[in-house]
């Protein structure tokens, strides 16, 4: 049997970013149940040179969404990055899944080979499809996704590792 683009991409992101959105909320718990001032997660940075919690979300959720139209050779949609608090952010990622699922397996499937092209800076990347995918999409996903955990452990929120890999 062999793994689809769509399998290997779509119903992942959708059971990461529940998992995620669940412990955005356990966030939200941490900073009413203690006093945590709800920016101090906001505004939380593992370094000075890194970005804060908010465009962690954010980045995760633009490489889902522009991953999965590239490979179904639609254009991304852009969308503001204005959200000001962490259910803001918890409804960007229930945005980003019903736009990740809107698209039919049949679009993302057997874009293997699909020549992805992208701007990064004054840099053009390119791509197969594939190698879109498992080489930059996913891993960019997860270091943003794992980031956003690591700030919220980071304030004291009490999840662990089936916290984030979800149901």
Excluded: C
Aim: without cysteine.
């Amino acid at each position: 049997m062999t793994l689809s683009m769509y399998q290997a991409s779509v119903p992942m992101f959708v059971r990461q970013f529940k998992a995620l959105s669940a412990i955005i909320e356990k966030g939200e718990a941490h900073a009413a149940a203690t006093g945590l001032d709800p920016n101090a997660i906001f505004e939380a940075r593992l370094a000075p040179d890194m970005l804060p919690f908010p465009k962690q979300i954010q980045i995760a959720s633009d490489m889902a969404k522009g991953g999965i139209a590239r490979l179904a050779g639609l254009t991304p949609p852009s969308w503001a990055d204005d959200e000001a608090d962490l259910p803001a952010l918890r409804e960007r990622l229930a945005k980003t899944i019903a736009y990740i699922e809107s698209i039919p397996a049949d679009q993302v499937d057997g874009s293997e080979e699909r020549e992805i092209m992208l701007k990064a800076g004054p840099n053009e990347l390119q791509f197969t499809g594939q190698d879109y995918l498992l080489g930059f999409v996913i891993p960019n996903v997860f270091f943003h996704l794992t980031t956003a955990y690591g700030l919220l452990r980071q304030k004291g929120v009490a999840i662990g590792k089936r916290d984030f890999l979800g149901a």
